[in-house]
């Protein structure tokens, strides 16, 4: 997957949605399909994405997106593409 389109970390970056201080305590992540730079708790969900960062449900690996590109996809109130959140990974076990 190209990682053209992401946003350059910087030693001051925020999360993009909640706006929390990024660093060593709180890790900085970068959407698969906007670029955007993200907290945990914001990027944590996935959908199936082509090399060039498009949602591909039919031939697509699954990657770690922001809540915005997941609600975005098409097929978004389908249960495909499960969120990431340890609170529903506690729930699957």
Not at 39 to 50: G, P, R, T, W
């Amino acid at each position: 997957m190209s990682k053209a389109h992401w946003q350059a970390d910087t030693p001051n970056d925020t999360c993009f949605r909640c706006f929390k201080q990024l660093g060593r305590v709180n890790r900085r992540h970068h959407c698969r399909r906007c670029g955007r730079i993200f907290c945990d708790d914001c990027s944590c969900y996935e959908m199936k994405l082509n090399k060039d960062a498009n949602h591909d449900p039919a031939k697509g690996v699954w990657c770690r997106v922001c809540q915005t590109c997941f609600e975005d996809r098409k097929g978004y109130l389908q249960e495909e593409g499960m969120p990431l959140c340890v609170c529903a990974r506690a729930s699957q076990s």
